[in-house]
């Protein structure tokens, strides 16, 4: 499978921004998707992830009532819909992708499949 994700942009703290992360090449239908993001100097940290077949859901603490991941199969595209951002959220964001079944991890060494970043920043 190949990922592609994209949505990002410069917003203002506050603000909102809807990621997309669009597959080719197989249907999304058996993988676990998760959304990682990478500042600069720092480690690549998980945000949130879903699962393949029930839709479970798992968010880092940071991110918690503020980002939503959310997948269409028909579309083969999983979104993340993030809300009230801050300027800590500024980072290249990633989604990978994993065969799985209802269960999903924001452990990025669990992923098999990754797309490129979208550049996310979050300033006045």
């Known amino acids: 499978v190949q990922l592609q994700a994209s949505g990002g942009g410069l917003v203002q703290p506050g603000g909102s921004l809807r990621l ?3 597959a ?3 249907p999304l239908d058996y993988y676990a998707i998760g959304w990682f993001r ?4 720092k ?4 945000v949130s992830c879903i699962s393949s077949r029930d839709g479970n859901t798992a968010y880092a603490d940071s991110v918690k009532g503020r980002f939503t991941i959310s997948r269409d199969n028909a579309k083969n595209t999983v ?3 993030m809300n009230s ?3 800590e959220d500024t980072a290249v964001y ?3 992708a994993v065969i799985s079944g209802n269960y999903c991890s924001v452990l990025r060494y ?3 499949y990754w797309g490129q970043g979208t550049q996310v920043t979050v300033s006045s």
């Open 20 to 22: 997309s992360c669009a």
């Open 24 to 26: 080719s090449g197989s």
């Open 38 to 41: 990478q500042a600069p100097g």
């Open 43 to 46: 480690e690549r940290e998980g």
């Open 79 to 81: 979104y993340l819909q």
């Open 85 to 87: 951002l801050k300027p």
């Open 94 to 96: 990633y989604c990978a």
């Open 110 to 112: 669990e992923y098999d």
